[in-house]
């Protein structure tokens, strides 16, 4: 089932600061007015790389399924190519979720932006997931390719039943100068920087054609400084973070040093050094145009994507206090789920879309396998 907004809605929420909300738990009004005041549903499903827990992330298939399953934003880390070109990958290196070992064995360590489009097209992107997941393997996954932000665009714009809205990351920002400014021209070029009326339904406005159907994401203040310089009316969220490039630590003892048995228990460990640096980066956001933040989690059962816990109570009153919304990252299980919406966050960014739109109630008419099948995986 599509998200949309009844115009009326939207206004009278406008007029009135109340809001339309669909959570399982009861969301505050006043974030639920905020959040329809910027055209972004309320709490938010953000499909993670897409829907990368079922599909090879960023690629074609995970982006595909994370829209078929109604998320209301595909997520990504922007990168810019040696010629030029935006395109979609979260690490900096090619390693991991290529065969560039392969392909170009003495460039393999190389980051991916010194590759031009053409090289990073021979890549297979699908393959190494159905290495690192057996149980989740699809053949039809090997060979995927890394897309660009073009073909991000054309697959939320696919489906007619349901259009999702990107959100989208300047990755490494400080690596591609003027990646903003391109971000900009190409969403512009495609129609992405004004919403869109639905010829289908005059009366609504589905989550990729109102006015937050793109959302921007940034660790880097310098980034965001430029977004908002670049496209002041499209919403931005300062990702949180603790250590070198975000907040400063209550402890400066290294992993190497901490005695903890993984990133996750080190990482779970640590705070921000006080209350007046979390305030500081909340100030920072706020005068530079972000509409929210995005803290990390600490995830119940731990694992790579487990990090600090910057969704403490006080943390999420202050950031709404200051008229922010919170958008945590990245959470797949329900007991994750529950523990972030009772301490009253916005959205979350998630790997498995899935099971967050049956958290909230919105599941899709249709599993993740027989949309896989459908897509032709
Ligand atoms: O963009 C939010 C979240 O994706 C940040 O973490 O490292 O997965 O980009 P990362
Ligand atoms: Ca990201």
Do not use: C
Request: charged content about 25%; glycine content about 8%.
């Amino acid at each position: 089932m599509p998200v949309t907004f009844a115009k009326s809605t939207l206004l009278l929420s406008l007029l009135l600061g109340i809001g339309g909300a669909h959570a399982a738990s009861a969301p505050d009004a006043s974030e639920a007015a905020l959040a329809s005041a910027h055209g972004i549903p309320h709490p938010a499903v953000i499909a993670h790389r897409g829907a990368s827990f079922d599909a090879p992330e960023s690629t074609a298939a995970s982006y595909k399924l994370a829209r078929d399953l109604g998320a209301d934003y595909l997520e990504m880390d922007l990168q810019r190519s040696k010629d030029g070109v935006l395109f979609a990958l979260h690490d900096n290196s090619l390693l991991r979720t290529t065969d560039v070992a392969q392909k170009f064995p003495e460039r393999k360590d190389s980051p991916a932006s010194a590759f031009t489009l053409a090289e990073l097209k021979t890549l297979d992107a699908g393959s190494w997931f159905n290495q690192a997941y057996p149980d989740r393997a699809r053949p039809a996954y090997v060979g995927l390719p890394i897309l660009t932000l073009d073909e991000i665009i054309d697959i939320a714009q696919g489906n007619p039943q349901h259009k999702p809205g990107l959100y989208i990351e300047t990755k490494e920002p400080k690596q591609f100068p003027g990646i903003e400014r391109d971000l900009k021209n190409k969403l512009g070029e495609r129609g992405w920087l004004k919403p869109v009326v639905s010829t289908a339904d005059k009366g609504t406005l589905q989550t990729g054609e109102g006015k937050g159907r793109v959302m921007l994401q940034t660790f880097e203040k310098s980034s965001l400084e430029l977004l908002q310089k670049e496209m002041p009316e499209t919403p931005k969220i300062l990702l949180l973070w603790v250590g070198e490039g975000g907040m400063a630590a209550n402890s400066s003892v290294s992993f190497a040093d901490s005695g903890a048995k993984d990133k996750a228990a080190y990482y779970a460990r640590l705070q921000p050094r006080d209350k007046a640096e979390f305030m500081q980066w909340l100030d920072f956001a706020k005068a530079n145009g972000a509409i929210g933040t995005g803290p990390s989690a600490a995830l119940t059962a731990g694992g790579a994507q487990s990090y600090f816990d910057l969704i403490q109570p006080w943390m999420n009153q202050a950031t709404h206090d200051k008229g922010m919304l919170v958008h945590v990252y990245t959470l797949d299980e329900p007991v994750d789920f529950k523990k972030a919406m009772d301490v009253g966050v916005d959205g979350i960014f998630t790997n498995r879309a899935s099971e967050l739109l049956k958290y909230y109630q919105r599941p899709a008419t249709k599993s993740v396998n027989q949309l896989l099948e459908q897509n032709g995986y």
